[in-house]
């Protein structure tokens, strides 16, 4: 891991998500009755869990809504959930203000050109390797996993190595 990486990973307190892209692979399933169906990476739950174990929030800031975001939030005890979000920095600095945080204990994962004001912002930014180029521009760090398929888990991982809280989480048993 890079050192400037690692200085910026150490300071995080709040992980902020896209879901479209990020938390899945982009990936919009409709059904015949118009039920949106979204596929999401159990392992990236479970970096997610982790993060929240050691007491880093996480939250969901999304342009899109849907009622399968939502449950999913709830099976990872994610309460700051934020759809149909057109101006993600407006949720961004109530939530800065909310848990009395500064740019640098942020990290925020986004995948498209409606991410570029967070991923600059952020005291630590990431995109999937299959971001858009505008979104990998100006992310910290490009994961080596697409979005959906393990990236937030590889972004999780890091954050957890870089506080020195990797030990801690990989040695409990989670319920």
Known sequence: MKKEIK????????????????????SIILDNNGNELKRFHVRDGHG???????????GIITGRKSKVVEVRAKELGIKEVHQKIFKKSAVY?????KYKCKD??????????VDQELL???????????AEEVAKKFADMVTKRGGGRGAVREFTDL?????????????????
Do not use: H, Y
């Open 93 to 97: 600095e109530k939530l800065l203000k």
């Open 7 to 26: 200085d910026k990973a150490s300071k995080i307190k709040l992980l902020l998500l896209d879901v479209d892209g990020v938390m899945t692979d982009g």
């Open 120 to 130: 600059k912002r952020a005291g630590l930014s990431a995109a999937p390797c299959d």
């Open 159 to 175: 954050i957890l190595k870089a506080t020195g809280l990797w030990k801690q989480v990989s040695e409990e048993t989670f319920g």
């Open 104 to 113: 640098e204990n942020v990290a925020f994962m986004g995948d498209d050109i």
């Open 48 to 58: 997610i869990r982790m993060l929240q174990k050691v007491g880093i929030t996480v």
